[in-house]
């Protein structure tokens, strides 16, 4: 089992940065593959990012390619989420994920462990 807790979210401007976090607990992170998600108001949950859990192959969402980066660091159980050149549609919660299987997958019911989410606004 991990648990998994996000931060670095807050208020900023169109065009600005923002670095999230998510640290994972218990020694097995490094099993796992990672993902962040995000939700906005009365939308689904979608996805935005994943990584592998070895070889730091990563995938996208095409409306964030090129902005967003996903990283991973294992020896500090941690994963994030680099978002430059941020839109007002970017704003939402955003959650990160665990996958135990450790494959990378864009859809939200291969993921195992969610966190509780950390809200991202973008002002236009």
């Known amino acids: 089992q991990v648990q998994l807790v996000e931060s670095g979210g807050g208020l900023v401007q169109a065009g600005g940065s923002l670095r999230l976090s998510c640290a994972a607990s218990?020694?097995?992170?490094?099993?796992?593959?990672m993902g962040w998600f995000r939700q906005a108001p009365g939308q689904e949950r979608e996805f935005v990012a994943a990584i592998n859990r070895s070889d730091g192959t990563t995938y996208y969402a095409d409306s964030v390619t090129g902005r967003f980066t996903i990283s991973r660091d294992n020896a500090k159980n941690t994963v994030y989420l680099q978002m430059n050149s941020l839109k007002p549609e970017d704003s939402a919660v955003y959650y990160c994920?665990?996958?135990?299987?450790?494959?990378?997958?864009?859809?939200?019911?291969?993921?195992?462990?969610w966190g509780q989410g950390t809200q991202v606004t973008v002002s236009s």
């Open positions: 994920a665990a996958n135990a299987a450790g494959w990378v997958s864009r859809l939200l019911r291969t993921y195992d462990y």
């Open positions: 218990g020694r097995t992170f490094s099993t796992y593959a």
